[in-house]
């Protein structure tokens, strides 16, 4: 009888810690995908806030030795883009990745070059002479690989700037207290009495 009496206050919480659970959005806040639409959310929600202007976009790029003239994207159903893939190819050409929910990985490269010189098991597009978009993937079929293809485009700044890292900023150096104000300026390595 003591130990239900005990047990009793636990049970009657028990019910509302639960139903507490669970009740934020997946998706809220994060910078997770919505379903099969191959945008980030965040680049969603910063397409109703004013995108950056370009020439910062392409100040970020060149951060990140990618030519901006290079930067192409695609929109493939059931496929996510994985921000943390985003970078460079070869000299300052441009790579991204899609993943699906069943493991899928679509493969983007975008660099300088011809359709002509097509590996094989990719499909290449030449948006413009002299530059080239290849796609392959894993687990992907064919048949997606050229959808994707057939999508590949230039994105928007809004587009852009939802997957691009943010701009670094500008920090003040470090005060280290180990660094004596006379002299050249190195670190103060003597060695005190005993030591």
Sequence with gaps: MIRTVRALPLLLVLP????????????????????????????????SAPAPARSELDSRLRALGIAPELVYVTDVPGFTLAQQS????????????YWAKNGAVLHLYAERGSAAD??????????????VVRLGGEK??????????????????????????????ATAPVERGDLPSYGDGAPDNSVGEGG
Aim: charge should be negative; aromatic fraction near 4%; glycine fraction near 16%.
């Design 16 to 47: 509302a810690l639960l139903t507490a659970c669970g009740t934020e959005k997946a998706d809220a806040g994060g910078d997770g995908a919505a379903a099969g639409t191959g945008k980030p959310e965040a680049g969603r929600a910063r397409e």
């Design 86 to 97: 985003v970078g460079v190819n070869g000299d300052d050409g441009f790579s991204v990745a």
């Design 118 to 131: 097509c590996p094989g098991g990719y499909v290449c597009r030449e948006p413009v002479k002299g530059r």
């Design 140 to 169: 992907v079929a064919p048949d997606v690989v050229r959808e994707a293809a057939d999508a590949v485009h230039r994105p928007s700044p809004a587009e852009l700037a939802g997957f691009l890292p943010p701009a670094p900023t």
